[in-house]
């Protein structure tokens, strides 16, 4: 491990424990036994570390979703999963603005794949999904739901809405084996898949 991934290490672990106002070059100095000037060896700034920790964020929930495999099910499940594991790390990439400009090359097209492929390669139906699912795990991270409220019927609900329109073309437009249409087909996917995000 590089120092630059310790210190990445441990403003994961300070952020997780104490949230991000304990996220200081002060304070992450004192947790590695350095001085804080030190950092500035490993780092640019604190902007720096939340844009290693965005990419580690997102490199996390990446592979926790391509790892649940195509089902649309399964793939939610994982983004939750991963989600709630790591509050203060989603939160951290997902409702501050991302710093694209720093990321490794492709890491948010990588983080976004596996939904991109689940949508059929519909960039917009990708984006849908996933803020109807950031919507979900937003709510339930601040505790909005309503008590005694079914979250897991809820996200259920929300997804098998959205899975008639995931299937593979030649089912969504009833095409038959002989190619020949049994109902109008439904627009063309918009292209190669880009990031929902």
Do not use: C
């Not at 939340?50 to 649940?68: F, H, M, S, T």
């Not at 849908?128 to 950031?134: D, S």
Request: glycine share 8%; charged share 25%; proline share 8%.
């Amino acid at each position: 491990m590089s120092r630059r991934e310790q210190i990445l290490a441990v403003a994961e672990s300070v952020l997780e424990a104490e949230g991000p106002a304990s996220l200081t070059m002060r304070r992450l100095a004192t947790e590695l036994g350095i001085r804080a000037p030190s950092l500035y060896k490993h780092v640019r700034s604190k902007d720096d570390i939340e844009a290693g920790l965005q990419e580690r964020a997102l490199r996390g929930i990446g592979e926790a979703v391509a790892a649940a495999g195509p089902e649309l099910s399964r793939l939610t499940a994982a983004y939750r999963a991963w989600a709630t594991a790591h509050p203060r790390l989603y939160e951290l990439a997902t409702r501050r603005p991302l710093h694209r400009e720093a990321l490794g090359p492709d890491v948010e097209e990588s983080a976004a794949a596996p939904l991109v492929a689940a949508a059929g390669g519909d960039e917009h139906l990708a984006r849908a999904m996933w803020a109807t699912a950031h919507g979900l795990v937003d709510l339930e991270l601040a505790r909005r739901f309503p008590p005694g409220a079914d979250i897991d019927r809820a996200w259920r609900v929300a997804f098998e809405a959205l899975a008639p329109r995931t299937r593979p073309a030649r089912e969504r437009t009833g095409l038959s084996r002989d190619g020949s249409a049994t109902v109008a087909p439904s627009p063309a996917p918009a292209g190669r898949g880009t990031p929902p995000g």
